[in-house]
């Protein structure tokens, strides 16, 4: 893992006090930067690569496409299926509507997604990274682009190495060029998740669209271009915490991106033998083409076995099979298989793997756990919630027939895309009268409305006979809400303060 | 002082010349990236002084090129803020109060404004919620001096009460004790019979002999029962609500030397629409009629 040619100048040299010229010259020699080794992953077809731009395709049509979705709420409320809209303080998903009161539906998906990727970190590797990710999504992309413009692995490194010249610069125009037109979209697509697509995008053109839209997109085009066309696998080695911690989701029944070493060292190039013997007796399958080097994102070689940076993507896979094919032997030296059946097959045994393991069903039982809770509490979602808010200044009121009155604010959440009625009940206070300034209660009850979508809210009077109270100083009070035709109901618990007797 | 710089050997930098029981110091200069930019903050910082206000003049100060003040930025943020309230506190100026009253929008906008002003101009004295203190109303509950609708309310921040305006509310209780129109047992005889009125006496006696007192001196304004009478601006003694407390002492001081409290005539200090937003706002504390 540590190769390179620093290798052996990361252990401490022994320092001599007395000869101060030779620390100097140690020190010289043990730099504590190393720059960087610009990756040229070669182009490289197969199962995997394939799988790659399947997921690719997919993962972009999400991205932008998503925000076209419609879904009709009513003219009360934005018809985007996916929607976070911030002024109206709201986020919808489809048939799902959050208010920020329910903040916690997104910590729940936060988490839910986290163990998501536990598990099937757990089953299969590090198939987030290497397929998923946007970090690889938009990186495969901007390479994709590169290839079609500078062309494959050797022409890159020829042009990087030629001498400035007019098609050279070209080229890298061209690339660049491409690559901020993507980074833009890519930005541009952002802002559609927080505003109406189709009246946002023609608004981004024109230039009518807001500061803060401008701004994001500016932000994500430079974002973009800066991680996939420019800092790439550094991202992920350097940046990134996944690659840090993920090695504990793993076990040696985890599917991974292996070297079968047993079978392909020791390795070498393939010496034709003049006598006709067998070229292969007393020598691994590993011909050392270094093709599996070659095609990795992140310039590793896998041979050397499991690393850091490596992000599981599988093209060496495919590189090594075409290599396999023609040299004439089996495919699979390197494979997407687990440590324990490379470990069989080493020792001759047939492999067994097991699905099924401690790991894997305790991030299945939370998983379950965290699902059902979630849907429990979105099934479970109310459609009217009350907030009561007591006034503190002052406490209560004395009026000229005796009796105290406590004033409150009411808030009613109407979460539906209708206006709606509401009877507001008080119970606990005996002989309780519940009004506004302006509308007169009979008896416990109010009849109140809220807008669609929208908060009402309403300041009240609760005024009862001091005589009624059996503990003066404070009674518990209930305010029920209940809506008159859908049946909607709330309630809200809040004291009832009074002076001492 | 230093006093010989010399080449270090290894590193090849300069020492800074200063030497202590034979330890040298390397001259490492500050990075250069750091250096720069300390003189382009000194750059910059000169550009205050022609811009800005920035030297003080035996007069005054040095203006800068753009005339900028902090007091003007406010004046602007100030008037830019009254500018974007003008429509609607124009339209509360031109209605009337039962028409802000019935309005959803003008009556929002005016409770908004009112609770404002009120925490501006009224709450030093009545409070911050409007419950008042000592010596000054509570203006939550429904126990009004001067009246309790919107009106009522209007005019009495208007003109104020007992001050210099010609429109001011006025009413004035005679010093019964100071002046020797009651002597002492007589005042303790009418501040037993106003205890009664809110049936915390202890003295049926004194309550007896306290009602006629009343009945000869305070029924004219205070009205039969201790009910207080909102035109003449007499308090309601029935209530067990008491602006400078109820107990018999106090109550034994206000009649023996009268209360002269008083409230500024808003009219003069306020433009109308703001006492209009005040009005709707007090009245919506909650005890309005």
């Not at chain 1, 033998?273 to 050392?288: F, L």
Request: glycine content about 10%.
């Amino acid at each position: 893992m540590d190769g390179g040619s620093t290798g052996e100048g990361r252990h401490a040299p022994s320092i001599q006090v007395d000869d101060a010229i030779s620390t100097k010259v140690q020190k010289a020699a043990q730099p504590l930067y190393s720059a960087r080794i610009k990756v040229h992953p070669k182009a490289v077809s197969g199962t995997f690569r394939s799988l790659k731009w399947i997921v690719l395709g997919l993962c972009l049509a999400v991205y932008y496409g998503a925000p076209w979705l419609r879904w009709d709420r009513g003219p009360a409320a934005p018809g985007q299926a996916i929607l976070i809209d911030m002024p109206g303080r709201k986020a919808y998903f489809f048939m799902i509507e959050i208010w920020p009161q329910e903040v916690y539906f997104l910590t729940g998906l936060l988490v839910l997604a986290a163990i998501i990727l536990f598990l099937v970190t757990s089953l299969f590797g590090r198939l987030w990274c290497g397929y998923a990710c946007p970090q690889t999504v938009w990186t495969d992309l901007f390479m994709l682009v590169e290839l079609w413009i500078e062309g494959d692995r050797n022409a890159r490194i020829k042009l990087d190495a030629a001498p400035n010249s007019v098609s050279k610069f070209a080229k890298r125009v061209a690339k660049h060029a491409s690559w901020v037109l993507i980074a833009m979209a890519t930005g541009g697509a952002w802002v559609l998740y927080f505003g109406d697509a189709p009246t946002v995008l023609p608004e981004i053109f024109t230039g009518s669209a807001s500061f803060t839209q401008y701004f994001f997109i500016g932000l994500f085009t430079a974002t973009t271009y800066t991680l996939a066309g420019l800092a790439r696998e550094q991202v992920c080695t350097y940046m990134c915490p996944w690659p840090r911690f993920q090695s504990a989701m793993l076990d040696d029944q985890s599917y991974v991106v292996t070297y079968e070493g047993w079978r392909g060292e020791p390795r070498g190039k393939l010496a034709k033998k003049t006598d006709g013997s067998d070229p292969w007796a007393g020598r691994g399958d590993c011909v050392d083409c270094n093709s599996c080097v070659a095609t990795c994102p992140t310039g590793i070689d896998i041979r050397d076995g499991q690393q850091l940076e490596c992000i599981g993507c599988g093209l060496c896979v495919d590189a090594c099979n075409v290599v396999m094919d023609k040299v004439g032997r089996p495919r699979g030296l390197i494979r997407f298989d687990t440590l324990a059946n490379q470990q069989a097959r080493a020792c001759g045994q047939s492999p067994t793997h097991h699905f099924i393991r401690p790991r894997t069903i305790l991030y299945a039982a939370v998983l379950a756990l965290v699902g059902s809770v979630m849907l429990a509490a979105l099934l479970m979602r109310t459609t009217v919630e009350l907030n009561v808010l007591r006034d503190r200044n002052p406490l209560y009121v004395t009026l000229v027939d005796g009796r105290i009155r406590n004033a409150y604010t009411v808030h009613i959440l109407n979460k539906t895309h209708a206006q709606h009625r509401y009877v507001l009940h008080v119970e606990g206070v005996p002989d309780a009268v519940i009004s506004t300034i302006e509308i007169e209660g009979a008896g416990g009850s109010l009849e109140l409305a809220a807008k669609p979508d929208a908060v009402a809210s309403e300041r009240i009077f609760v005024t009862a006979p001091l005589s009624g109270l059996k503990n003066a100083a404070s009674t518990k009070v209930v305010f029920r809400l209940e809506e008159t035709s859908d049946g909607g109901r709330a309630r809200y618990e809040s004291v009832f303060l009074a002076p001492g007797r | 002082m230093p006093t010989k710089i010399e080449k270090d050997a290894i590193s090849g930098q300069d020492t800074t010349g200063h030497e202590w029981d034979g330890i040298k110091e390397l001259n490492t200069p500050l990075p250069k990236w750091w250096l720069y930019t300390y003189y382009a903050t000194i750059v910059w910082s000169l550009a205050y002084y022609v811009f800005y206000p920035a030297w003080p003049t035996l007069s005054g100060h040095t203006g800068g090129l753009l005339g900028w003040t902090m007091r003007g930025e406010i004046a602007e943020q100030m008037s830019a803020a009254q500018a974007s309230q003008a429509p609607m506190v124009s339209k509360i100026a031109a209605a009337s109060l039962e028409d802000i009253r019935k309005s959803a929008d003008l009556r929002g906008y005016a409770m908004a404004g009112g609770r404002s002003a009120f925490g501006v101009q009224c709450a030093p004295c009545h409070g911050a919620g409007g419950a008042g203190a000592k010596g000054f109303p509570n203006l939550v509950d429904d126990n009004w001096i001067w009246g309790g609708t919107l009106d009522e309310i209007y005019t009495t921040i208007q003109y104020g009460v007992r001050n210099a305006n010609d429109k001011s509310r006025l009413s004035q209780m005679p010093r019964f004790g100071a002046d020797g129109v009651l002597d002492s047992k007589q005042i303790n005889d009418v501040a037993e019979f106003v205890l009664s009125l809110s049936k915390r006496s202890t003295d049926p006696a004194a309550v007896t002999r306290g009602a006629v007192v009343f009945a000869e001196n305070c029924v004219a304004c205070h009205q039969e029962g201790g009910t207080g009478n909102q035109e003449l601006g007499a308090p309601n003694l029935a209530a067990n609500i008491w602006i400078y407390g109820g107990d018999k002492a106090t109550i034994v001081e206000t009649i023996r030397n009268s209360r002269q409290g008083s409230m500024p005539a808003w009219a003069e200090r306020l433009d109308d629409a703001t006492v209009k937003m005040l009005a709707v706002y007090v009245h919506g504390l909650g005890g309005g009629k």
